[in-house]
């Protein structure tokens, strides 16, 4: 019973440390995406999806 146990929170820790790392590359992927255009001398505009994890940045 015991090894099951384990296993499950193995699982669970490996599957939210994915998660947790697919949020923090794809917020640093839109500030950088931002602050490019900002060293550009343009205004950026940003259209979020759901969960702001599809997101679109013009540079103006």
């Known amino acids: 019973m015991k090894i099951k146990r384990g296993k499950f929170m193995m699982m669970v820790i ?23 255009c900002v060293e550009n001398y343009k205004t950026s505009n940003v259209e979020q999806g759901f969960l702001a994890m599809n997101w679109n940045v013009t540079c103006e």
């Open 14 to 36: 490996i599957i939210f440390l994915f998660f947790v790392i697919a949020i923090v590359s794809n917020y640093h992927s839109l500030e950088n995406a931002k602050s490019a």
